[in-house]
């Protein structure tokens, strides 16, 4: 698969919150969950992206496949700018992208049967009828590991595996290109937890999948993802191949990160240096001009409180944005 | 200890199939009736509305007596074997004109709540799913109707429409929709920011679709504990403007009207009074303990 084809460019991407006030609702202040993000998703990848809570991960996947009408910038799916589209303009791209909850309890209608739940891509899109559509639902059960005489149960006979492995076949039904799994894996317990990324590798082989992973499991990211992006505070600081990125972090915060991972090994574990980041994580309310992630930097220089740096390319397609390169 | 190969030994192969559910399967509605069925004050109160129901449907076609006819002969008379409850000062037998009374109250009770059942889902989902101005516009309004004591505006309807069934029936639906209206909504903005909400427009769901198929069923509970909880208020307030007479008009009587006549003789005569304010008292705190059940019956938290 020819892995080097841009699926998804997002240009410039924002998504800003605003904040309104008093009886006719003027907005004082935004929260700027995504702040001019720019990355492209190749074809048939994974694209892990990384951060702590808050940092607009979330956002930005939901920003993408347009769950958020984004405040400005482009997402070019395809060749088509499709930011601005109308929801009734969507519809084929309902189709091609498709999302993978993370709270494999909230994201299932309860009052419907999982056939019902994972039928209703089926029936929206009008893909098939009566028999045919019922033998749609038993492969995709069968698919994701599910016995396909659970669809005539309700959610809350499930556990929380099985539960997102409903919400995955889900996602399957209308035969997506693109997949964001928007911590797929953080609401479950570490056994399943395999099982499931698993899984989604297979589904990926098998169907030629592209995932926009969003997580905050290091161990995990790495795992499953060709390429990870890593954010701070609604920014992009740093995006390389997911080898090079654990054995060459470039930027001050994705060191932190990565030193924050547990190692197997406890002589190894005494000997390496923890990076403590000092201080809290600012907030995203109107934040100061400069490096965002200056005031808990061991590197701050003068420069950084003025001046924004530039997400740039530093060669074999590692893109950081700091000054110190 | 020393483990060797043969402490082990293989698991037959069916019992390896740890997907299959033994629970037999229920359904959010079955579990619900289950629940209710261990409460015998709600299953008292179920029973007797289905009776008082079928009473007033059924009850006046048996009877030999009808609601109009006068006779002076049996003028007063108290409770017998031939008139179960009496007589009234016209001799008219109060069993059958209290089974036709039942049939008014129950159909301004019902009719009026499911009126404003779908009134209310309707505007209260649309108010709650929009949000944003849509919401504060709906709401404002709703505040305004609030603000207005019913009671002043259903007599004021009334006397512009005219006293009789109909006209308290619009009355009652048009004023009595605002607390479903408002309980709808705080459903749906509570539930319009789930993930299952989210995942239905990922797939290209429209609003309608959304509305109907995911948020309204999700909200039924409360919207059918509501419901029955309306239906004693309807009854009420026709047994009170029936008191004060704005209900139906002579001969026929509800509720109301029966005790409002009754009220003049009750010095005399007093088991006039007491069998109709029995019945209003009866189907009032039935429908109360039934909405009660339903209350705790349909709270996901008490699943078990």
């Not at chain 1, 992009?236 to 030193?259: F, G, R």
């Not at chain 2, 129950?106 to 505007?123: D, Q, R």
């Amino acid at each position: 698969m020819d892995k080097n084809k841009a699926l998804i460019e997002i240009k410039n991407l924002k998504k800003y919150f605003p904040i309104k006030k008093g009886l006719l609702k003027k907005t004082v202040a935004n929260v700027k969950a995504v702040d001019d993000v720019s990355f492209t998703i190749n074809k048939g990848e994974t694209l892990g992206l990384v951060g702590e809570s808050g940092c607009g991960k979330t956002t930005t996947g939901r920003t993408i496949i347009k769950l958020y009408q984004p405040t400005s910038g482009q997402i070019i799916y395809g060749g088509k700018d499709i930011a601005k589209l109308s929801e009734k303009e969507m519809a084929p791209y309902r189709r091609k992208m498709q999302m993978i909850f993370q709270d494999p309890y909230a994201s299932l209608d309860a009052r419907m049967t999982v056939g019902d739940i994972i039928g209703e891509a089926i029936d929206i899109h009008k893909l098939m009828t009566g028999k045919e559509r019922t033998e749609r639902i038993q492969y995709l059960l069968d698919r994701v590991g599910l016995n396909s005489e659970h669809a005539n149960r309700y959610p809350h006979e499930f556990s929380g595996g099985q539960r997102q492995r409903i919400g995955i076949a889900r996602a399957l039904a209308v035969q997506p290109e693109f997949i964001v799994c928007d911590e797929p894996i953080s609401a479950l317990d570490v056994s399943i937890q395999a099982q499931v990324i698993n899984m989604l590798e297979d589904l990926q082989n098998d169907m030629g999948l592209t995932y926009l992973f969003v997580a905050h499991d290091l161990s995990m990211v790495k795992h499953i993802s060709n390429r990870i992006g890593v954010m701070y505070l609604g920014k992009m600081v740093e995006l390389c191949e997911s080898n090079e990125l654990y054995k060459k972090p470039l930027h001050p915060y994705t060191q932190a990160l990565l030193s924050a991972i547990p190692v197997p090994d406890p002589e190894q574990a005494a000997a390496r240096q923890r990076i403590v980041l000092e201080g809290e994580i600012p907030s995203p309310i109107d934040p100061p001009p400069g490096c965002r992630f200056k005031g808990r930097c061991r590197y701050a220089k003068p420069i950084c409180s003025q001046q924004e740096p530039v997400f740039k390319d530093l060669g074999g397609g590692h893109f950081v944005a700091c000054h110190l390169y | 200890m020393e483990i060797t190969k043969d402490l082990f030994e293989r698991v037959p192969k069916d019992e390896r199939d740890l997907n299959k559910i033994v629970r037999p399967s229920l359904t959010y509605w079955q579990d619900a009736w289950r629940r209710l069925k261990m409460n015998k004050l709600a299953m008292g109160g179920l029973f007797f509305v289905i009776f008082i129901t079928l009473v007033a449907i059924f009850g006046p076609m048996l009877s030999k007596y009808n609601y109009y006819s006068q006779d002076f002969a049996i003028q007063n008379q108290g409770p017998s074997g031939t008139h179960w409850f009496g007589t009234d000062n016209f001799g008219r037998d109060i069993f059958v004109r209290i089974l036709y009374g039942a049939r008014i109250s129950l159909t301004v009770g019902y009719v009026a709540s499911i009126l404003n059942l779908t009134i209310g889902v309707l505007y209260g989902g649309i108010a709650g799913y929009f949000g944003g101005w849509v919401d504060n516009v709906m709401m404002r309004i709703i505040d305004i109707l609030y603000s207005i004591p019913t009671m002043i505006y259903v007599i004021l309807l009334m006397t512009v429409m005219g006293a009789g069934l109909k006209s308290i029936i619009i009355a009652l639906a048009i004023s009595y929709w605002v607390g479903m209206a408002r309980i709808v909504r705080a459903q749906v903005l509570a539930l319009k920011q789930q993930e299952f909400v989210l995942a239905a427009r990922t797939l290209g769901a429209s609003n309608t679709r959304i509305l109907l198929r995911h948020l309204i069923p999700n909200s039924m509970g409360p919207i059918i504990v509501t419901l029955t909880l309306s239906i004693p208020s309807a009854i009420f307030t026709e047994s009170f403007l029936s008191f004060i007479g704005l209900g139906v008009s002579a001969p026929m009587a509800s509720w109301g009207t029966l005790t409002s006549e009754a009220l003049q003789v009750y010095l005399i005569y007093p088991y006039q009074l007491f069998f109709p304010a029995g019945a209003i008292c009866l189907t009032l705190f039935a429908f109360q303990l039934l909405g009660d059940g339903l209350r705790d019956a349909l709270d996901p938290k008490m699943r078990k």
